[in-house]
DNA sequence: CAAGATTGCGCAATCG
DNA sequence: CCGATTGCGCAATCTT
């Protein structure tokens, strides 16, 4: 709806193919060429014949399928570019999906590593708690040695209530 | 390297297109319809003409380019085979890599989940520690207390919910 | 109903 | 030489 146009127009140059099916079975085809050869059927469906109604479709002299029209042929040229473009599109989608991946995949990979990371840490950290523990347990006893690793938690406190403040 | 054949050669059937283009440039194209107009120039490159040496091809009677060929419908079919085969898989391939976006995404949002997750325990296991430095900064004389229920040193259970092991 | 966007298809040129 | 890719045009549809 609001984009469109701006191209150079490379449409039909350096390219001039030409293609031909073989077992046509319906259309008109018209080998307009430039081989030489001209031949034009002009065959259109002029009416109905036996029993139709009529044919809405007011002026049906070349309408379509008339490849010799100009306005054929600009209908053409103009889908020509719009299938261009859409095949560009996709081709970029496609694209832009696979980096999409790489991304992803990258920043799985950092993520994962930022798990085992923390992981780790906790897994220490429990680790001390559960020695604090054991330290407890045994120790029910008077402090023997002096620089023992041990006894962070000399603590009976009466604690009210944990002042964690949220990071 | 194991898959081809089988197809009831639909080849072209419902279809029954024909094309051709307007600006030929190049390359002998050659009508054969079924329109009933046929046209054949017949045009072979014969001879380099001016100067070359010797045409190396053996045998150039009809070569390529050929539209009547059975040789040429007969590579014109395999070719069809083959794009058809190339573009199926061209697309499937993207929608693969689609997809692959989307696992990638979940799994994105699960190690993110996890990653809060370890977090929070740790914040909780941290804050414990200060606490219980805390602690033992204060009371650094009173050794004894008398009758303080409160021992989270006691380190039962708390909530530590960490049985994860999946994935 | 028209005009652009998509999609399937065949041709031909190239690449491996 | 042959299959696989790729760019391109045509025509039928789908969307807008």
Chains 1, 2 share one sequence.
């Not at 095949?87 to 496609?94: D, I, L, T």
């Not at 906790?122 to 120790?139: Q, R, W, Y």
Request: hydrophobic fraction near 25%; charged fraction near 25%; include cysteine.
């Amino acid at each position: 709806m609001s984009k469109q146009l701006q191209q150079k127009i490379s449409s039909t140059d350096q390219n001039g193919v030409s293609v031909i099916q073989n077992q046509p079975h319906n259309s008109a085809l018209n080998p307009a060429g430039a081989a030489g050869l001209q031949q034009v059927p002009q065959l259109v469906p002029v009416s109905p014949g036996g029993g139709g109604k009529a044919i809405p479709p007011s002026k049906m002299k070349k309408s379509i399928a008339d490849k010799n029209s100009d306005e054929y042929r600009q209908r053409r040229e103009r889908n020509n570019l719009a299938v261009k473009k859409s095949r560009m599109r996709s081709k970029q989608k496609a694209q832009d999906t696979q980096q999409r991946v790489n991304e992803l995949k990258e920043e799985n990979e950092r993520l994962e590593a930022k798990i085992k990371l923390l992981s780790k840490e906790l897994s220490v950290l429990k680790d001390l708690f559960l020695e604090h523990a054991h330290n407890l347990a045994d120790n029910v006893q008077p402090p023997a040695s002096g620089g023992g690793p041990g006894d962070l938690c000399n603590n009976n406190n009466n604690n009210n209530n944990s002042g964690n403040s949220s990071q």
